[in-house]
């Protein structure tokens, strides 16, 4: 497990690698975040029953376990080409504005590019994402299985010209959850 100490406008937290027990403390995350309709989005198409790409999911935390950001990276591919699909990215709404998303960004690219990945993509609000240079100009030939504004599918070369062949429809390539890896996390969901 790596862990990085951020500090940041009086907040001070750590990013770690996500651990098995950060289930239940993400989700519930992510659904106050994301609100109810997260599991409709195109992205939840590729991301649906697969585990996130190797060492490519991390936590921030401002407490022994408290956990207050999460983002997860995904193996997905289109054209015969690799991409890492990025989402979502979630800080809890308590401390936003403290920098906690934008270390979060930089941990999961930084990490994305020294394992050797082309490419990340994301569907997000093209503003915020600027600053890390995603752009949608490099997902032009590129096709969510499901509905997308075009502005908002956005992608970051972490090698030039990666982005400049795949073409089509993004389909997911990662590992896929064990139906009873699937069942138990479920399980643990719903008793929460």
């Known amino acids: 497990m790596t862990s990085d100490l951020m500090i ?3 907040t001070s937290f750590v990013i770690e690698d996500e651990a098995e027990g950060d289930v239940l403390a993400r989700e519930a995350l992510l659904d106050r975040a994301m609100g109810p309709g997260r599991r409709r989005k195109s992205s939840e198409k590729l991301r649906r029953g697969r585990l996130p790409s ?3 999911a991390f936590v921030a935390r401002n407490g ?3 956990v207050i950001g999460s983002v997860r990276l995904w193996d997905v591919a ?3 080409k690799s991409l890492l699909l990025l989402g979502p990215l979630a800080v809890d709404a308590s401390i ?3 920098g906690v998303g934008s270390a979060l960004m930089r941990h999961a690219i930084t990490r994305a590019k020294v394992q050797g990945h ?3 993509i994301l569907v997000g609000d093209a503003p915020y994402y600027r600053r890390f240079g995603f752009t949608a100009e490099t997902t032009g030939a590129l096709i969510m299985p499901g509905p997308v504004e075009r502005d908002r599918f956005l992608g970051l070369e972490l090698k ?3 982005l400049d062949l795949p073409a089509g429809l ?3 390539s990662g590992q896929r959850l064990s139906r009873r890896v699937a069942r138990d996390k479920a399980a643990q969901l719903q008793a929460a």
């Open 8 to 10: 940041f406008s009086e």
């Open 54 to 56: 190797a060492e490519l």
């Open 64 to 66: 022994p376990r408290q």
């Open 78 to 80: 289109a054209g015969g």
């Open 96 to 98: 936003e504005g403290k």
């Open 118 to 120: 082309g490419a990340i």
């Open 160 to 162: 030039s010209g990666y």
């Open 170 to 172: 993004l389909e997911a």
